[in-house]
Structures are given as C-alpha cells and as structure tokens.
C-alpha cells in the first residue's frame, strides 16, 4: 500500500533552516514526480515544489524560489525540501503527494517559524 511519511518539521526562528523529508513506500518511487504542499492556519493548501522523477526538472513556487530546493534520492525512495531564510509566513503543515491512479498524501509535517 502507498505510505508517504513525512518528517523534519520544527520550530525555527526566522532566517533558520530546515530539512524536511518525505519517505515513500507502495509504488515505484523513482517512475513519479513528486511535490510538496502546504497549508496554513485558515487558508488552502498551496503548491510549494515539483519535482520529475529523474530529479532532473523542478518547479518552486514564486513565494518560495531562491530559499528552498526540493531534491530526491532515488536509491532512499525520499524526497526532500531543504528550507532557508524562513519567514514567519512560512508557518504551516508541509505535505508531500504523489499522483498514481489517485492522489496520495502524507499526514504531514508541522513547520512553525516564530521569534
């Protein structure tokens, strides 16, 4: 069965760095892009980064470009968002999905960015 697992969140102060990942299981990680999404309190779930199944193509959305980069290790069945110069409007639960037949979703991972 598909599991997507993620972990890495935290509190961090702003301007810190996280590493969140995303363990996969079920599927043929290495044939499926992946992308990571996040939710705030009170506000919809929003794409955050693509990536191809290669690792060869990514796409980061335009809140997030130049501060995190998402990558994967094929031979880990993980993916990765490495997060930096956060901001307090990066607070939010961070989810990883994958599209087979359905979407799967992670149970995700909470990011909360405060002084």
């Known amino acids: 069965q598909v599991q997507l697992v993620e972990s890495g969140g935290g509190l961090v102060q702003p301007g810190g760095s996280l590493r969140l990942s995303c363990a996969a299981s079920?599927?043929?990680?290495?044939?499926?892009?992946m992308r990571w999404y996040r939710q705030a309190p009170g506000k919809e779930r929003e794409f955050v980064a693509y990536?191809?199944?290669?690792?060869?193509?990514?796409n980061h959305a335009d809140s997030v470009k130049d501060r995190f980069l998402i990558s994967r290790d094929n031979t880990k069945n993980t993916m990765y968002l490495q997060m930096a110069s956060l901001k307090p409007e990066d607070t939010a639960v961070y989810y990883c999905t994958v599209k087979l037949r359905t979407d799967y979703w992670g149970q995700g991972t909470q990011v909360a960015v405060s002084s």
């Open positions: 990536i191809s199944p290669g690792g060869d193509a990514t």
């Open positions: 079920g599927f043929a990680f290495s044939s499926y892009s």
